[in-house]
């Protein structure tokens, strides 16, 4: 039987802590992980260029079988997978499903919030695109949404510096200053997925009455609820149980080394090479 895995994406390694939720819930199915390590990270580039590398890497991973992808990064989420569903799958296989991790968050973030106003914590592209502002307006009208770039938090955590005292100073600051905007916050989202590597430290910066959330479980259990109202996509899919990785570095050992912090197993991942 031909190997049919769904396929999840990231700009580098945030997206195995979404991989990591995904496998925990649906560990039945065959995946393929590719992290863009080489270019990232995505979070300070142009909607134009975030969109080439996104679609370059999902249709890599169409050449690995995979009917769906997942883009398991805020990044591309915000600024890629619009054009992708709506124009560039029309080209490639209008069969073909990509996924994001935005709207499922949006659908179900208001139920968190008693006081009716959340944050949302992101990378300077995800923020600027105020992608979960409309999304959650959609859903939840009622919720006023408050964001905050924290730009220095991606590259302290794939530094490995995220448990160092050195990033108690900016988790420090960027809470801050978003929660200067409201006291009536009752609910951080953390809308990157590198962002659970400080989960622990946010929390110890915040008061106790505020909860923070993340995405991985969401999306999880988001995507099953796809597969179940889609039995023709959840049939194409092969069921072996396997897991593969792969990295557009070509320093493969560096890669594993930082996806295992991240994932939480051990990872062996192979060099995938991106066609420009």
């Not at 991989?19 to 995946?31: A, C, G, K």
């Not at 995505?42 to 969109?51: K, V």
């Amino acid at each position: 039987m031909e190997n049919k895995p769904i396929g999840i994406f990231d700009s580098g390694y945030g997206g195995l802590t979404v991989f990591r939720s995904i496998f925990e819930q649906l560990p039945d199915y065959d995946y393929v992980y590719l992290g863009d390590t080489a270019r990232a990270p995505y979070g300070n580039r142009s909607f134009q260029t975030i969109h080439q590398y996104t679609w370059e890497c999902v249709q890599w991973l169409f050449k690995q079988g995979c009917p769906l992808v997942i883009l398991a990064c805020n990044t591309a989420s915000a600024k890629a997978l619009r054009n992708i569903q709506q124009l560039d799958l029309k080209n490639e296989d209008p069969e073909k499903r990509v996924l994001g991790v935005i709207r499922p968050t949006a659908e179900v973030i208001g139920d968190y919030s008693k006081t009716k106003q959340i944050a949302v914590l992101g990378t300077k592209g995800t923020v600027q695109s105020e992608s979960y502002v409309i999304e959650i307006g959609k859903f939840f009208p009622d919720i006023t949404v408050y964001q905050q770039a924290c730009p220095l938090w991606v590259p302290l955590i794939e530094n490995g510096e995220y448990d160092k005292p050195g990033a108690d100073y900016f988790v420090k600051k960027y809470l801050e200053e978003v929660l200067a905007k409201s006291d009536q916050i009752d609910t951080l989202l953390l809308a990157c997925t590198h962002y659970p590597l400080i989960q622990q430290k946010i929390k110890e910066y915040l008061p106790a009455d505020i909860q923070v959330v993340a995405q991985g479980d969401i999306v999880a259990q988001s995507l099953a609820d796809y597969l179940q109202r889609h039995p023709e996509m959840e049939k194409s899919i092969s069921k072996n149980k396997t897991q593969q990785f792969f990295t557009t570095t070509d320093d493969t050992a560096d890669f594993d080394h930082y996806a295992e912090l991240f994932f939480g197993a051990k990872v062996h991942s192979g060099y995938a090479e991106i066609k420009c």
